[in-house]
């Protein structure tokens, strides 16, 4: 258990009127880009946070500054670190505080007893030595004695994270987010690797006798934390000095450049140039310029090449470091491996591509066949009226009753024949039914009513409800447009004219 700090902390933070805090601009979190930043901003943070105190009166302040970086480079609403007291109540001590706190820690009165009533995320952690996520503080039971004051500060989710050495834990840091659901597991795992590095810090400086031999074992350690997030991440390190112009990788940037770490241990900014596409060197070079004037991080995204010739597409993430005058010195960032990202994209786009030439491909053959399909329909429809109309309706003369009928018969049979190609002629007649296409027919041929109703063997007064049906479904009920003329419209296929020039069927 490490041992009591030399001064109380909360009552040091009540002093401070105002802790600055930004919040993050995160969208969905379930969405790969949003994830992406997270994971980019955990790993910034752990890179802010990689010095550790130079002695022992330093710890307090070291610690303070993690998680004031957790609020200005994470964009974490509130973090705070505590540690698990020997005390009657078994108590938990703010050593650390950082965000819109406030009044939430005074009023918590966190502790690690065994009354499950009294146990929260952070004294589960302390028990068990395992990460606790709260994905939602309005519903986890776990916050029912704290919700009411932590919606009240504006937390939404929380993630409680073990501070432990060697199997031992003797507290937790605890970070709140503004959004539901806002940890994702990389970015919790990048964390638990920022908690044990504030773990063996503390340590190294308490009075547990646990300490660490060398500066070189230290430097060894955090250099170890830092290729285990970037392996987590699947992210490389990078730094650029302006003034030099040399730059100095991680291991994950010789990983993604294909490069032996122990062949070339630096590079110049014209020897990277070398190693991006020929096509994008003029991009990442005037990109590179401009952004020295830029105030916050930008984004590169290019191709390299590897030794072996694989082209690999990769994003770049870096902002400008400058000095207390606000000269530019340093730009410092993360790149990703983004080739299987835009190898997916890319064959998405070109089967896109491929699907709507296929479309318009269909679409013509559509076109064609309903063009075919209308001549046929015009011929057969025309052999009709002038071959076999003509023939019935003279067979008809002289004929007897029953042969009429028969006839009749006939007549009607070749109208249903000839009614689903007239369908092809315009969607006016779509909603017509075949009797009332038969009524067309024989008005557009210029029958008048009594005829009509003779050839149908109905009465005259029939007819005429088919002919207001037919006005009204072919929307001249209240126009005084001849229906016959109309009708020959439709026929023609200038419905365009007869829209403009209604008044020519007037009659």
Request: charged share 30%; glycine share 6%.
């Amino acid at each position: 258990m490490i041992g009591n700090c030399e001064q109380h902390v909360v009552d040091h933070f009540q002093r401070e009127e105002d802790l600055s805090f930004r919040e993050s601009e995160r969208s969905d979190p379930e969405s790969a880009e949003a994830e992406l930043r997270r994971v980019v901003l955990a790993l910034r943070l752990i890179s802010k946070a990689n010095k550790s105190p130079a002695k022992a009166s330093d710890v307090i302040s070291w610690v303070n500054s993690v998680c004031r970086a957790a609020i200005r480079t994470g964009g974490y609403r509130m973090v705070w670190v505590g540690l698990a007291q020997d005390d009657e109540g078994r108590s938990v001590r703010p050593l650390a505080l950082a965000g819109a706190w406030r009044e939430y820690i005074k009023n918590a009165n966190a502790t690690w007893s065994h009354d499950p009533r009294a146990r929260g995320p952070g004294e589960t952690v302390i028990r068990t030595g395992k990460p606790y996520v709260t994905r939602d503080i309005s519903k986890d039971s776990s916050f029912a004695k704290w919700r009411e004051e932590a919606l009240r500060h504006g937390y939404q989710s929380s993630l409680c994270l073990p501070l432990s050495v060697d199997g031992h834990t003797f507290g937790f840091l605890a970070m709140y987010s503004a959004e539901v659901d806002a940890f994702g597991q990389n970015e919790i795992e990048i964390l638990e690797v920022l908690a044990k590095g504030l773990a063996d810090g503390l340590v190294l400086f308490s009075r547990t006798g646990v300490h660490r031999t060398t500066d070189a074992e230290a430097l060894a350690e955090s250099q170890r934390k830092l290729r285990q997030a970037e392996r987590i991440s699947q992210l490389a390190q990078f730094e650029r000095n302006l003034e030099t112009n040399v730059l100095i990788w991680s291991e994950g940037m010789y990983r993604i450049f294909g490069l032996d770490p122990q062949k070339k241990t630096s590079f110049t900014f014209p020897e990277f140039l070398e190693l991006v596409h020929p096509q994008d060197r003029d991009y990442v070079r005037r990109t590179a310029m401009d952004s020295i004037q830029q105030i916050g991080p930008f984004v590169l995204n290019y191709r390299i090449v590897r030794p072996d010739g694989e082209i690999r597409y990769v994003q770049a993430e870096a902002e400008i470091i400058r000095d207390l005058s606000g000269n530019p010195v340093r730009s410092i960032g993360f790149l990703q491996d983004v080739t299987d990202k835009n190898i997916a994209k890319n064959a998405l786009e070109d089967a896109n591509r491929a699907l709507e030439v296929k479309n318009a491909a269909l679409h013509e053959i559509l076109a064609d066949i309903q063009k075919e399909r209308d001549k046929i329909g015009q011929r057969i429809n025309k052999n009709v009226q002038d071959l076999i109309q003509p023939l019935v309706q003279g067979l008809k003369q002289g004929a007897s009753r029953k042969q009429q009928r028969v006839l009749d018969q006939l007549e009607n049979s070749l109208r249903n024949i000839v009614s689903p190609f007239i369908d092809a002629l315009g969607e006016e007649y779509k909603s017509l039914t075949p009797t009332e296409l038969r009524v067309c027919d024989y008005v557009e041929r210029g029958l008048a009513v009594k005829q009509i109703a003779e050839l149908e063997y109905v009465s005259p007064e029939t007819v005429a409800v088919h002919r207001r049906n037919i006005r009204h479904k072919l929307r001249i009920a209240h126009q005084k447009i001849n229906l016959a003329s109309y009708l020959q419209s439709l026929r023609r296929g200038d419905s365009g004219q007869r829209s403009a020039n209604g008044h020519n069927y007037i009659g």
